[in-house]
């Protein structure tokens, strides 16, 4: 046999190998996605382009180490009789598969445990014995050319599908996020219904101040800054919870966070609560919501009442592949364009682009929710938008630091960092992250003047009411912290608000302090006319509060409800002395200059955000008249707001293992939660 033999049956093994891998990684990922989509409703062009991803992924990194692998073999076999090249590749292929691409496998479904591992090696090498045996025996008693029968066909299969898939691939989001475009709907569109549409965004994990619109000095939001100049801003908006549930939950119920319950003791929105999406349903509104978060899910029952209900964090995962995996790992993301992701964005918009063109000429009025993550850890921006924040050896940095500088970053973040301490990470490597962060929050913003291009350019946005808003912040080493959910301290509590009215109009900056839970009412008077929207006595309407001639000396109250039971265990058994108070929950209540903050365990703090807007400097003891006042209206707002109670039958949680993986893979649920 001559080396070019066993190079010729490499490639052709290596492509169909790397079919049946790509086909059984995306069915793999597909199986736990699929479900949370009623079939008529299957992203098929997404799944067709993930097996193409993958399979062009594997072909590019696997190719040419099968071509290596046939020359030695080549080289070392062709004067031995009876070994037929195909009874040598076959297996070699097996080995590859099972020793370094099917681990990785693993480790994207976080199912990769040392004894996994060699299991599944060990399986690779026996099955992989297996293959020689059974084509040397069939190449002997049948002919090899018995055996190049059914190679070729299957090459000939495995080329029609590569060219299928690829094309698919070539023409996606995945192909390359950052150059990726949603189409806009040509229809210029007449009609206007009795009520307008609602298109409500939401900027998972953007911190106020580092939108330049509120005075940060980076153009972290040009498309949103230019918006905001037609549309009613509020500079003092608040979240009433500190991470996405809670934050969620209110803005759709228009209730505190101590009315609905829904935090980490309670991983659901209770059926007892109706949500905007439910209420515009009643109302002859079509709905849809795509969210990047997968606690805005069914699992969680945050997106009960709308018809169309995609979670695209989960989607998103059906195009990742062990080939991938594996160049992150390595550093390797930025060579190829597809490799550089995003956290969703461009395929958001992509399903978003499908489903308002099928909107756009009906009658009914629609409410379209979006939920952007890509601000969130880890960070995942295309490098050209890193590029506008940092050096090029930045960049470069913000690679390593995604697996192989200190580990997966947001386990060393959310967990590490926050609960051990943080002196083992460098003040560099801390500044990198800050300018990813920014880079996020300027993708996010790419992608949300996108999306306003849709309903701009097809004559939708003249007859919808437009709002955004993010859910809360981000800690970025300050209190000694990094991500969320801990503590009520501005960092998190700080988000953005801004309202457009249908046709715009309206150009106003508000001081008075609003909240999440004031989103409920508001929406309700300006779509279907609603009572005068208030769902809980310190609801305010917000259109109603712009109007008003000065701003409001009003009170706004924030809650941190303690953190995740797997978390708390690692809290309290930290040495660090500044860590084991987090775990205490607190409650806030702030007005346009004053912020009180009262702890479970006793502590007390009062800040004065106009002159010290990072909360450095507690006054409680220099300024004890401010402190009573406001823990007085903390007291009043205990008595006038009732706890949340699991109505019968609702007290179990039973969050999907899968949804759990992805949580504890962002940092929300610790270790040791189920």
Not at 492 to 506: D, E, S
Request: glycine fraction near 8%.
């Amino acid at each position: 046999m001559t080396v070019g033999a066993y190079v010729w049956c490499a490639l052709r093994i290596a492509l169909i190998g790397c079919v049946l891998v790509a086909v059984g990684e995306c069915i793999a990922a597909g199986w736990v996605t699929l479900p949370l989509y009623s079939p008529d409703h299957w992203p098929w062009g997404i799944l067709i382009a993930a097996v193409g991803k993958a399979l062009v992924t594997h072909l590019l990194a696997w190719g040419p180490v099968c071509v290596v692998v046939a020359i030695v073999c080549g080289l070392l076999l062709r004067r031995r009789a009876g070994i037929v090249p195909e009874a040598v590749m076959v297996p070699v292929f097996v080995l590859l598969a099972g020793g370094l691409i099917a681990p990785f496998d693993l480790t994207l479904a976080e199912r990769d445990t040392p004894t996994r591992i060699v299991l599944l090696r060990v399986l690779a090498c026996v099955v992989a014995v297996g293959l020689f045996l059974v084509v040397r025996w069939v190449a002997r008693r049948c002919g090899r050319r018995a055996v190049l029968r059914v190679l070729n066909a299957a090459t000939m299969a495995a080329g029609v599908v590569t060219v299928i898939v690829g094309l698919a691939f070539a023409g996606s989001p995945m192909f390359d996020p950052a150059a990726y475009r949603a189409a806009i709907p040509q229809q210029n569109i007449k009609y206007r219904p009795e009520h307008p549409n609602l298109l409500w965004i939401v900027m998972d994990t953007v911190r106020g101040d580092h939108l330049n619109y509120h005075g940060y000095s980076q153009e972290t939001a040009p498309r949103v800054a230019e918006f905001s100049k037609d549309a009613v801003v509020f500079d003092h908006a608040v979240s009433n919870g500190t991470w996405t549930l809670p934050s969620h939950s209110s803005m759709f119920t228009g209730k505190s966070v101590r009315e609905h319950g829904a935090e980490h003791r309670y991983r659901h929105l209770s059926a007892s609560f109706g949500t905007v999406a439910e209420v515009l349903r009643d109302h002859g509104y079509a709905t849809a919501a795509f969210s990047n978060n997968p606690w805005v899910s069914p699992d969680t029952d945050l997106t009960r009442g709308f018809d169309v209900a995609r979670v695209v964090y989960h989607l998103r995962h059906v195009n990742r592949s062990s080939a991938g995996a594996m160049a992150e790992a390595l550093g390797w993301s930025p060579v190829l364009p597809w490799l550089d992701e995003d956290f969703g964005g461009a395929m958001t918009n992509a399903l978003i682009a499908d489903w308002l063109a099928q909107q756009v000429n009906e009658a009914e009025p629609f409410f379209l929710f979006v939920n952007y993550m890509d601000a969130h850890l880890p960070y995942r921006v295309p490098r050209e938008y890193r590029a506008k924040f940092m050096s090029d050896e930045q960049v470069y940095r913000s690679y390593e630091l995604a697996q192989s500088a200190y580990g997966g970053i947001v386990r060393v973040i959310d967990y590490d960092f926050n609960f051990d301490g943080r002196d083992f990470f460098a003040m560099s490597d801390r500044e990198v992250l800050r300018r990813q962060y920014d880079a996020g929050i300027r993708y996010t913003d790419m992608r949300m003047g996108e999306l306003l291009d849709m309903f701009d350019k097809s004559g939708l946005l003249d007859n919808t009411l437009v709002v955004i808003v993010s859910d809360h912040g981000e800690y970025l080493d300050t209190h000694g912290m990094w991500a969320h959910r801990m503590q009520a301290y501005q960092d998190l509590l700080h988000v953005t608000m801004i309202l457009r009215p249908p046709g715009g109009g309206v150009t106003l900056r508000v001081d008075t302090p609003v909240q999440h839970s004031d989103l409920y009412g508001t929406i309700l008077n300006a779509t279907v006319g609603l009572a005068d929207g208030k769902t809980a006595w310190h609801a305010r309407d917000l259109f109603a509060l712009a109007g008003e001639a000065e701003a409001q000396d009003r009170v706004v109250v924030s809650e941190y409800c303690g953190p995740a039971p797997g978390n708390l265990k690692r809290i309290l058994a930290s040495k660090d002395p500044d860590i084991p108070p987090r775990a205490s929950p607190q409650i806030a209540a702030q007005d346009m200059r004053y912020k009180f903050i009262a702890t479970a365990d006793g502590r007390r703090e009062l800040y004065d955000l106009l002159e010290d807007p990072g909360e450095l400097n507690n006054l409680v003891d220099q300024l004890p008249a401010e402190a009573q006042r406001l823990a007085d209206y903390l007291t009043a707002w205990h008595e006038q707001t009732p706890l949340f109670k699991p109505p019968a039958g609702e007290e179990a949680d039973d969050l999907d293992p899968d949804v759990i993986r992805a949580l504890k893979s962002l940092g929300y649920l610790g270790e040791d939660d189920k």
